[in-house]
């Protein structure tokens, strides 16, 4: 039997004011008040569409990048990755008034074992210290840059979840040696036996927060604000396993749910089925069993059902 892996994961978000003056309505509130793209007639720009619609830009930023890593002393790092909107193809910042963009080119830089040369040793001092990377404005490009040791196996083993998705949809630029596409091997044969156990471990925490046991307490309580949000977080959680079941890592939760709907193995009619079970009035008892019916038919019926098929035990 696979590890089960029980985690929460916890965001609160408070909106300090409103406009004029007056308090904001609870963020939730605001979310669950909108009516959905299915009711306005609007359609969701997925990936594919700003792929598409961002592709000669992107080159742009891309042929931009090749000048600036030209431009910098190498001796001492090992490995340069391109990582981030720009790497996905799906970059699109806005415009600001000084032709410069509202957003930065992500960059992973590796240096050499053993070296103990710094960012600032190589790029000059960071220009945004209040960012957690290092960031440096070049002919009117931002770049956001992670510096590293380099990244091997262990390592890559220990990163938070988010920060796996980003290395491993990252774009090899500078690698002469061939040192990271040669750990990368090694990196993808972690990554198959590490998916499974999470898509094990987010079936299991999903079973756990909508069974009788937990919603008893509850729903004794008439909390059905409670029910409500133990559900919002089993549909993070199917999220979360939909990833893993299409064989990748879960990019953080402020862009999990937009990424999804580009994976290949998804519900029939998933941008309906997941906008109806996101869709929730909090203090309603019967919004409650139907969001649930929705999401364990639809969703988590799909990833066991598929699971069953291809014969892989999660139990």
């Not at 840059?145 to 630029?173: A, C, G, N, W, Y």
């Not at 990271?180 to 044969?189: A, D, H, P, S």
């Not at 990833?303 to 069953?308: G, V």
């Amino acid at each position: 039997m696979l590890r089960r892996l029980f985690r929460v994961n916890k965001h609160i978000t408070n909106l300090q004011s409103g406009c004029h003056g007056l308090a904001a309505p609870p963020f939730k509130q605001l979310l669950y008040a909108q009516p959905t793209g299915l009711e306005t007639g609007k359609s969701m720009k997925t990936k594919e569409v700003i792929i598409e619609q961002q592709k000669d830009f992107i080159q742009k930023m891309k042929d931009k990048t090749s000048t600036f890593i030209n431009s910098i002393d190498k001796s001492e790092i090992e490995t340069i990755l391109l990582s981030g909107s720009v790497s996905r193809g799906d970059y699109f910042p806005q415009k600001k008034e000084n032709d410069e963009y509202n957003g930065m080119v992500d960059l992973i830089v590796m240096r050499k074992n053993g070296s103990s040369i710094t960012a600032e040793d190589i790029f000059g001092a960071n220009q945004e210290p209040e960012i957690p990377f290092h960031c440096i404005n070049f002919d009117g490009i931002w770049f956001e840059i992670l510096f590293t040791d380099f990244i091997d196996t262990d390592m890559f083993s220990k990163f938070e979840e988010p920060r796996k998705f980003s290395v491993l949809e990252s774009q090899i630029l500078y690698d002469p040696n061939n040192s990271y596409k040669n750990e990368l091997v090694k990196i993808n044969q972690f990554v198959k036996e590490n998916l499974e156990n999470n898509l094990n471990g987010s079936l299991g925490y999903i079973h756990y927060l909508i069974s009788d046991y937990k919603k008893d307490r509850w729903y004794r309580r008439d909390a059905f604000i409670q029910l409500h949000e133990n559900l919002n977080t089993a549909i993070r959680a199917g999220i979360r396993a939909l990833f893993y079941l299409n064989g990748f890592y879960s990019p953080s939760e402020d862009r999990a749910i937009y990424y999804s709907h580009s994976l290949q193995q998804l519900p029939e009619n998933y941008a309906e089925v997941i906008s109806k079970a996101c869709n929730q009035i909090t203090d309603s008892e019967e919004d409650y069993f139907r969001r649930e019916k929705i999401f364990m038919e639809n969703i988590v019926g799909f990833i066991e059902k598929t699971l069953a098929e291809a014969d892989i035990d999660v139990t």
